[in-house]
């Protein structure tokens, strides 16, 4: 009797002619996150199976592709060969949690004798002989046993379904540089496009020394953590004190927040472009503070040129962000004490509604040129596989 692990993937069917693109990017994906194990990966139909593993490693292999993008559910599962007395003697070793059950058998090879309905039922009084205490509901039992009995000669024999993170595979989508701040909403936003296929790289302003290599550290962990369900992040840190020293010499106080923001659009869109980098991603949700607003994000947007800006979370209340963020286990991360870059020279009254013509007669009196290319020349590059 082998131990086995069952893979399902969902939404990737219905992509038709794609679908062999999809699928050949899962497994490669599947396979890139358990480089640390020996495992094989076989296609039956539907399904990918994992054998040959090590059984000390298997939790940790049913974590690490429990993260993979496009993965639904997975069963750790027994495998005969398929026979009736090979499943039965699998079934009677099964551990069975709770006070009820009910089998569930899938015939896909119809050379097996005996019909579904008629096995399960035989299966289930094996299960009743050997648990006295155990009974029979067919409606809501706590366990279900399932036999799945495959084209390939094996039978499958499991008694859980776990559920995984879904999403498309990284990699069917093009890629979006992440504007990835060390607060709550941009390391979610990170994920949720990732999960629908897009590969990320993410941009972090730095403003050294006012904000220090622990504000730093935090977003580089928040990026490894992130990684775990996207792949590999080149993260591009930025230094921004020069550009925040300059408006604040130059401009009037309550424009430090739209500038800032205009030029972190401004040198995202470029590094985004050398990397060939095909959308902006921020954390930003609507009204949940004075840069959000829809007159400040029109007047950032305008600095950009050609890329669109994807704002997953811009309607979604903190509420539902911080639960996801708890479940992809950045939050304990996020709400570490270290300042961001966007509360030095925070002013006593951001505008809350700027207006474009005067946010330019502001920008003119820096020279936006100069200090984009000084930073972009500065610009540090770490990847989350070397860490
Ligand atoms: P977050 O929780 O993601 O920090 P926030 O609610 O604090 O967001 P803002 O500070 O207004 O909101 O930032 C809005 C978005 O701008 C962030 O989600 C992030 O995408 C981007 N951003 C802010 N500060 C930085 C930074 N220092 N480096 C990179 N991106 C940043
Ligand atoms: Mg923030």
Known sequence: MNKAILIRFGEIFLKGKNKYVFENLLIKNIL???TDYKVKLTKISGRYILTEYDEINETEIMEKVSHVFGVYSLSGCYVVKTSEENITNCVKQLEIVGNTFKVDVKRANKQFPIRSTDFAA???GVVLENNNN???NLKNPDTTIYIEIREDGNSYIYNSIVKCVGGMPVGSSGGGLLLLSGG???PVAGFLMSKRGMPLHAIHFHSFPYTSELAKDKV???AKIISEYTGNITLHIVPFTKIQEEIHKHCRPEYMITLMRRFMMRISEIVATE????AIITGESLAQVASQTIESITVTNNAINSLPVLRPLIAMD???????SKKINTYNTSILPYEDCCTVFLPENP????KLEKVLKEENRLNVEELISNAISNIEVINTNDI
């Open 351 to 354: 505008l809350i509604k700027p």
């Open 220 to 222: 580089i962990s928040l």
């Open 184 to 186: 709550i909403d941009s």
């Open 275 to 278: 990397n060939n980098l095909k």
């Open 318 to 324: 903190k509420e539902n962000i911080i639960e996801i």
């Open 134 to 136: 155990l009974k029979v």
């Open 122 to 124: 035989q299966m289930g």
């Open 32 to 34: 890139k996150t358990l």
